[in-house]
């Protein structure tokens, strides 16, 4: 995996436990965080943002993700990802999630989530084998 520390993951995931306070989550009652370190050292949280068409919600990941790009252009890379859940529950990321991740993520950068026992830290391409091989030309 890449070379953020265990130190630095604790960290990102201090910032996806803030981050889920201000979850949007009158639904399912789920209140998530994410949190991104940024290959040029910055970090950017994003929380889910549920909706009464309940398909429309946009997950922590995702919402962090595009925090990202918008506020730092489209060259912007991850290097490290953590989720963290209100919940005390396990929270690996959705599918949809780690698709849109491998966008901006090496395969081999960290992705830190709750598990049924504490946290797990899981390299993206152990989530999602294949996530950068799809090519349209
Ligand atoms: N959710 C996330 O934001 N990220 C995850 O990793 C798991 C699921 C949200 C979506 C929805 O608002 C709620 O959690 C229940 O699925």
């Known amino acids: 995996m890449t070379n953020v520390n265990q130190q630095e993951m604790e960290k990102l995931?201090?910032?996806?436990?803030?981050?889920?306070e201000n979850s949007y989550s009158p639904y399912s009652e789920f209140r998530v965080g994410a949190a991104l370190r940024l290959t040029n050292?910055?970090?950017?949280t994003g929380t889910n943002v549920e909706n009464v068409s309940y398909g429309l919600t946009v997950c922590a990941e995702r919402a962090a993700v595009a925090r990202a790009v918008s506020e730092f252009?489209?060259?912007v890379r991850i290097?490290?990802?953590a989720v963290a859940n209100l919940?005390?529950?396990a929270?690996?990321?959705?599918?949809a999630c780690r698709q849109v991740l491998a966008e901006f993520m090496t395969p081999d950068a960290p992705?830190?989530?709750?598990?049924a026992d504490g946290t797990r830290t899981m390299a993206l391409s152990e989530l999602l084998p294949l996530g950068s091989?799809?090519?349209?030309k």
Do not use: D
Not at 13 to 20: D, I
Not at 133 to 136: C, P, Y
């Open 87 to 89: 919940n005390r529950s």
């Open 79 to 81: 290097a490290a990802a």
């Open 41 to 44: 050292g910055e970090t950017v």
């Open 111 to 115: 992705v830190m989530f709750p598990a």
């Open 133 to 136: 091989e799809m090519k349209l």
């Open 91 to 95: 929270s690996p990321p959705c599918g």
């Open 73 to 75: 252009g489209p060259k």
């Open 13 to 20: 995931f201090e910032a996806a436990w803030q981050a889920a």
